[in-house]
């Protein structure tokens, strides 16, 4: 898909360049900018109102990120997927979350595990639809939680730029990827964290993000 023509809201100059990153990763985790498109500075400054220096930032960010490719005198374009990658960021997402979880159990009220419920329902409710975007929010809701008890930046940044890639995977084949279970496993999370068993809630945790975002067992021909 090309970038949008229609002009985005305008850009706040003191968050310029988070935005501008934030929103061109978002075009790219969601599918709207595939793997292997080419990607035009000047089409993207154009959409979001701003001058092509803070694209290119972006883009060097996006990189970083293992979402784009951009080569020095080349054309960049969209990343393609590499199951290769996807098994790494996977198992750096996993036990981040379960150390962010092992770190905030002590610090975990019941009014945290209330909204870690309330997203698990909502979870389960766009699943059932089925609801991509409410289901991969829900899931990122609950997670926050502990991410953000866990009070240490460094872990919630890392995260931040890893993720990306597993989001996007389940974007790009939400229906033919693992993640049925989640509600569950976000269930026994919980359930570890009301009984005070933090290496329980953060194994649950690991085993939670190890699964995400792999291909579903491929049904038996007829």
Same mark, same amino acid.
Do not use: C
């Given at each position: 898909?090309?970038? $949008?023509?229609?002009?985005? %809201?305008?850009?706040?100059?003191?968050?310029?360049?988070?935005?501008?990153?934030?929103?061109?990763?978002?075009?790219?985790? %969601?599918?709207?900018?595939?793997?292997?498109?080419?990607?035009?500075?000047?089409?993207?400054?154009?959409?979001?109102?701003?001058?092509?220096?803070?694209?290119?930032?972006?883009?060097?960010?996006?990189?970083?990120?293992?979402?784009?490719?951009?080569?020095?005198? %080349?054309?960049?374009?969209?990343? /393609?997927?590499?199951?290769?990658?996807?098994?790494?960021?996977?198992?750096?997402?996993?036990?981040?979350?379960?150390?962010?979880?092992?770190?905030?159990?002590?610090?975990?009220?019941?009014?945290?595990?209330?909204?870690?419920?309330?997203? =698990?329902? #909502?979870?389960?409710?766009?699943?059932?639809? $089925?609801?991509?975007?409410?289901?991969?929010?829900?899931?990122?809701?609950?997670?926050? &939680?502990?991410?953000?008890?866990?009070?240490? $930046?460094?872990?919630?940044?890392?995260?931040?730029? &890893?993720?990306?890639?597993?989001? #996007?995977?389940?974007?790009?084949?939400?229906?033919?990827?693992?993640?049925?279970?989640?509600?569950?496993?976000?269930?026994?999370?919980?359930?570890?964290?009301?009984?005070?068993?933090?290496?329980?809630?953060?194994?649950? =945790?690991?085993?939670?993000?190890?699964?995400?975002?792999?291909?579903?067992?491929?049904? $038996? /021909? /007829?």
């Amino acid at each position: 898909m090309p970038v $949008p023509t229609t002009p985005a %809201r305008k850009t706040s100059r003191r968050l310029l360049r988070d935005d501008v990153y934030g929103r061109i990763r978002d075009e790219i985790v %969601r599918g709207r900018l595939a793997p292997g498109e080419k990607i035009n500075d000047a089409e993207l400054g154009a959409w979001l109102g701003v001058s092509r220096t803070p694209v290119r930032e972006a883009l060097l960010r996006l990189a970083r990120d293992g979402l784009v490719l951009a080569r020095p005198g %080349r054309v960049t374009t969209v990343a /393609p997927e590499d199951e290769t990658t996807l098994a790494h960021a996977r198992e750096v997402v996993a036990e981040l979350h379960a150390l962010a979880v092992r770190t905030a159990a002590p610090r975990l009220g019941e009014d945290d595990l209330a909204v870690m419920d309330a997203a =698990t329902g #909502r979870l389960r409710a766009a699943l059932a639809v $089925p609801d991509p975007a409410a289901a991969l929010q829900a899931d990122d809701d609950f997670h926050a &939680v502990p991410v953000r008890a866990a009070g240490n $930046p460094i872990l919630a940044e890392q995260l931040d730029a &890893v993720t990306a890639m597993l989001r #996007r995977a389940e974007f790009l084949h939400f229906g033919s990827i693992t993640g049925a279970d989640s509600p569950a496993e976000h269930d026994l999370i919980v359930r570890r964290l009301r009984e005070g068993d933090a290496v329980g809630a953060a194994e649950a =945790t690991r085993a939670n993000w190890l699964g995400l975002g792999r291909p579903g067992p491929t049904a $038996p /021909p /007829p």
